[in-house]
């Protein structure tokens, strides 16, 4: 099971960082992934990150930052220089796809059908 929290409103320029809670899984087995989808676009991977390795869409590289604390069981996503454009509902999604590149693993978890509550971004200009 995974829980999103974190969002909230900001404006264009700050900052939020979202946390992911992991329950019921071995850490060390799943690729983890951020995702979001902003009304009437379709779902898209932000950041995923399996164990050796970190895939950020183009869009946001260099301004999130994924990481995780398998010891806490937490993935976290952290926002900096948000835009307008990065307003959306984010979802944490795990898989068991560590034989993929984590692009790959990425590309898979956005196509699943299960999703949590999600946490609401929204950045004002």
């Known amino acids: 099971q995974l829980v999103e929290s974190g969002g909230g409103l900001v404006q264009s320029g700050g900052s939020l960082r979202l946390s992911c809670e992991v329950s019921?899984?071995?850490?060390?087995?799943?690729?983890f992934g951020w995702f979001r989808q902003a009304p009437g676009k379709e779902r898209e991977g932000v950041s995923c990150?399996?164990?050796?390795?970190?895939y950020y869409a183009d869009s946001v590289k260099g301004r999130f930052t994924i990481s995780k604390d398998s010891a806490e069981n937490m993935v976290y996503l952290q926002m900096n220089n948000l835009k307008p454009d990065d307003t959306a509902t984010y979802y944490c999604?795990?898989?068991?796809?560590?034989?993929?590149?984590?692009?790959?693993?990425?590309?898979?978890?956005?196509?699943?059908?299960?999703w949590g509550q999600g946490t609401q971004v929204t950045v004002s200009s």
């Open positions: 019921g899984a071995t850490m060390a087995y799943y690729t």
């Open positions: 999604a795990a898989g068991a796809f560590l034989q993929h590149s984590v692009s790959t693993a990425c590309s898979i978890l956005s196509k699943s059908d299960s």
């Open positions: 990150i399996s164990t050796s390795d970190i």
